[in-house]
């Protein structure tokens, strides 16, 4: 017996459409496809449980590069197979960011395929300088947006970079190290990130894109590798200090 159909020619008994379609893309811009059934994981980040890389690359603004003007930042983050993981969109005022440079406090928005915001990021005002170990630069990580899952908080230090990922109740979890030297002609540069035991389990790095993308824009691409172990909260908190390391070492 044939089924009855409404105008559209769907079936009545036909389930019903609980998620948009996503858009036809090309292979370049597929998106990686959300694990499911992870259970005690923060919704948006069951895509983190199943990587242990993400690439991070810095769109290139040609308002900055012919006009000088600081625009908002923005990031496609992507796995190992070069599938989209999330968005990453800077919210800030234009003279903040043209006034304050690279010491000006943000807000990034991590985005999914449905621009749905699984992540926030939140750095406020601090000096700079390593010379004022009252004014050390810290970040604040929320999953969902308004829930802390933990922080990035930089450690006083005159010969290198040094940063603690802590978790939501402020406990130290990990330690990152970057190079006495953060400028690095024709090479990347790597922040080694270790267990509180003194164990090395991965790295953030700065890729070298090439002398011209080095000398005429400020469009970064890094590479992050951790344990795919790692708590999924734990590796939220270290794509955001990517953000914090690029602004502070490589923003100019």
Same mark, same amino acid.
């Given at each position: 017996?044939?089924?009855?159909?409404?105008?559209?020619?769907?079936?009545?008994?036909?389930?019903?459409?609980?998620?948009?379609?996503?858009?036809?893309?090309?292979?370049?811009?597929?998106?990686?496809?959300?694990?499911?059934?992870?259970?005690?994981?923060?919704?948006?980040?069951?895509?983190?449980?199943?990587?242990?890389?993400?690439?991070?690359?810095?769109?290139?603004?040609?308002?900055?590069?012919?006009?000088?003007?600081?625009?908002?930042?923005?990031?496609?983050?992507?796995?190992?197979?070069?599938?989209?993981?999330?968005?990453?969109?800077?919210?800030?005022?234009?003279?903040?960011?043209?006034?304050?440079?690279?010491?000006?406090?943000?807000?990034?928005?991590?985005?999914? &395929?449905?621009?749905? =915001?699984?992540?926030?990021?939140? !750095?406020?005002? %601090? *000096?700079?300088?390593? #010379?004022?170990?009252?004014?050390?630069?810290?970040?604040?990580?929320?999953?969902?947006?308004?829930?802390?899952?933990?922080?990035?908080?930089?450690?006083?230090?005159?010969?290198?970079?040094?940063?603690?990922?802590? &978790?939501?109740?402020? =406990?130290?979890?990990?330690?990152? !190290?970057?190079? %006495? *030297?953060?400028?690095? #002609?024709?090479?990347?540069?790597?922040f080694d990130i270790f267990a509180m035991?003194?164990?090395?389990?991965?790295?953030?790095?700065?890729?070298?894109?090439?002398?011209?993308?080095?000398?005429?824009?400020?469009?970064?691409?890094?590479?992050?590798?951790?344990?795919?172990?790692?708590?999924?909260?734990?590796?939220?908190?270290?794509?955001?200090?990517?953000?914090?390391?690029?602004?502070?070492?490589?923003?100019?």
């Amino acid at each position: 017996m044939q089924k009855n159909r409404d105008y559209e020619g769907v079936p009545q008994d036909a389930p019903p459409i609980v998620r948009q379609p996503r858009a036809t893309m090309s292979p370049a811009e597929a998106w990686m496809s959300i694990p499911i059934g992870i259970p005690n994981c923060p919704t948006g980040l069951e895509y983190l449980t199943a990587v242990d890389q993400l690439l991070i690359k810095q769109q290139v603004d040609l308002v900055e590069v012919f006009f000088g003007c600081e625009m908002k930042n923005k990031s496609k983050i992507k796995n190992s197979a070069g599938e989209n993981v999330y968005l990453a969109v800077e919210d800030t005022h234009c003279l903040t960011r043209n006034l304050c440079g690279s010491c000006r406090p943000f807000d990034i928005q991590i985005l999914d &395929n449905f621009q749905n =915001e699984v992540l926030h990021i939140y !750095r406020p005002l %601090r *000096c700079e300088s390593c #010379c004022f170990p009252c004014c050390l630069q810290t970040l604040e990580v929320s999953s969902p947006p308004g829930t802390v899952i933990g922080s990035v908080e930089q450690e006083w230090s005159l010969l290198r970079p040094l940063y603690l990922i802590k &978790n939501a109740y402020g =406990e130290n979890v990990l330690r990152v !190290r970057g190079p %006495r *030297c953060t400028f690095k #002609c024709c090479a990347n540069v790597e922040f080694d990130i270790f267990a509180m035991n003194g164990d090395k389990i991965g790295k953030i790095s700065k890729q070298w894109t090439g002398i011209n993308k080095e000398m005429f824009t400020d469009a970064d691409y890094f590479g992050v590798k951790f344990p795919i172990e790692l708590d999924v909260r734990m590796k939220a908190v270290i794509l955001a200090a990517t953000f914090l390391i690029d602004m502070v070492h490589f923003e100019y």
